[in-house]
């Protein structure tokens, strides 16, 4: 599977273009080997539908054009994830475990929101979070 970046993104002082890789770290520590990047607005919206899974040391970094409080809501998907928020500083800011898909019960009709504003939203295997020990206010970095 090939990562599909639309635009040439500068992640720290990486360019990165389509068909390219990113890694995201917490300090030493990988988060997700394989990342793809959604940056335009259809490539947002569809996010994770319609996939059958997400490989575990995979994930899908949303980019936003400006810092809010956007929200994941998760139609069309088959299987729960973990959600990280960071600011444009890349400081986690809102953290989401085993996030649900939507189903045809009312009860999982939930938008998870970051707690302060975020410039990006990180989708990752469930279970991530906690395997990695990852925490409000700490900084992750995309290489």
Request: overall charge positive; charged content about 25%; glycine content about 6%.
């Amino acid at each position: 599977m090939k990562a599909f970046a639309y635009d040439t993104y500068e992640a720290n002082t990486f360019q990165l273009t389509i068909g390219e890789w990113m890694k995201i770290l917490k300090g030493r520590t990988v988060i997700a080997e394989k990342v793809e990047l959604a940056q335009s607005f259809f490539s947002k919206s569809k996010g994770l539908m319609l996939r059958k899974s997400l490989p575990r040391n995979s994930a899908l970094l949303m980019i936003f054009d400006k810092p809010g409080k956007h929200g994941i809501w998760m139609p069309l998907m088959r299987f729960s994830i973990d959600i990280v928020f960071l600011d444009s500083r890349k400081r986690v800011v809102g953290l989401h475990e085993r996030a649900k898909p939507v189903s045809f019960r009312k009860s999982t009709w939930r938008v998870y929101y970051p707690e302060r504003p975020a410039k990006y939203a990180i989708e990752l295997a469930v279970g991530t979070v906690k395997r990695k020990n990852i925490a409000a206010g700490e900084l992750l970095l995309f290489l």
